[in-house]
């Protein structure tokens, strides 16, 4: 594992050729084994890339998700003996005075506060905001990249990052992949939705914008 500190229209293909259409069925069944999604559903995301392709940059925008591994800092207003800051275990939970253990991951740091000031507003007058939750490392970043790419694998990061940085990461691609037809894979609401990314149209648009990759993600090169 490497480290690193830190919609557009839908595209109507007519005509596949056999070897392309193997390949990216041998990389999809692949990836979809390694998420031990193989009796989930798989949807076609809506946002496909096609001209307005950076349009999607607007539905990408989200607070960060707590995951395993991640280091908080806890403060409470007025209440320096409860300030700390703890890791959050590999079952998803936190240890916490007063209150025992707490779930975190899949949170974002503004819901955990608010968890934590219910759950120790049973011991304390606690009035809300006054409980403040901020990451100070991350540790579950993680993206894999496979198929045509110099250096397939799993990669960790400690901030969001782009598809381009994902696929440097991974060494770049190799003179067989197709960039026109390249596919994040992202689990949602129980389900694996289907990201085209069209590269070469990303290289050689004049836009400044960044698609970005979240936690978890898998980019196929077919």
């Known amino acids: 594992m490497q480290t690193r500190t830190f919609d ?16 990216i069925a041998l990389a999809l069944s ?7 999604c193989a009796s989930g559903n798989v949807e076609e995301d809506p946002r496909l890339f096609g001209t307005d392709v950076y349009q999607m940059q607007e539905a990408q925008v989200m607070e960060y998700l707590i ?3 991640d280091v ?10 409860l300030s700390r800051t ?13 209150i025992g253990d707490i779930y975190a991951v899949g949170l974002t740091p503004t819901e955990l506060q608010t968890v934590m000031e219910e759950a120790l507003n049973k011991y304390i007058n606690i009035i809300p905001g ?12 993680q993206v894999s990249v496979l198929g045509e790419v110099e250096q397939p694998g799993r990669f960790e990061f400690q901030n969001q990052v782009s598809v381009l940085d994902a696929l440097a990461e991974a060494g770049g691609l190799t003179e067989f992949a197709d960039s026109s037809d390249i596919l994040i894979l992202r689990r949602f609401q129980d389900e694996t939705e289907k990201i085209p990314f069209n590269y070469r149209k990303m290289v050689s648009s004049r836009t400044n ?3 970005l990759v979240f936690p978890g993600d898998i980019i196929v090169v077919p």
């Open 8 to 23: 557009a229209r839908v595209v109507q293909r007519q005509s596949e050729s056999t070897t392309r259409a193997s390949k």
């Open 72 to 81: 908080l800092s806890i403060s409470v207003w007025n209440r320096q003996d």
């Open 130 to 141: 006054e409980v403040v939750v901020v990451v100070d490392e991350v540790h579950s970043y």
């Open 67 to 69: 995951g395993p591994s």
């Open 209 to 211: 914008d960044r698609v």
């Open 86 to 98: 703890v890791t959050v275990r590999p079952d998803g939970r936190l240890s916490y005075s007063l």
């Open 30 to 36: 692949t990836m979809l084994f390694a998420l031990g």
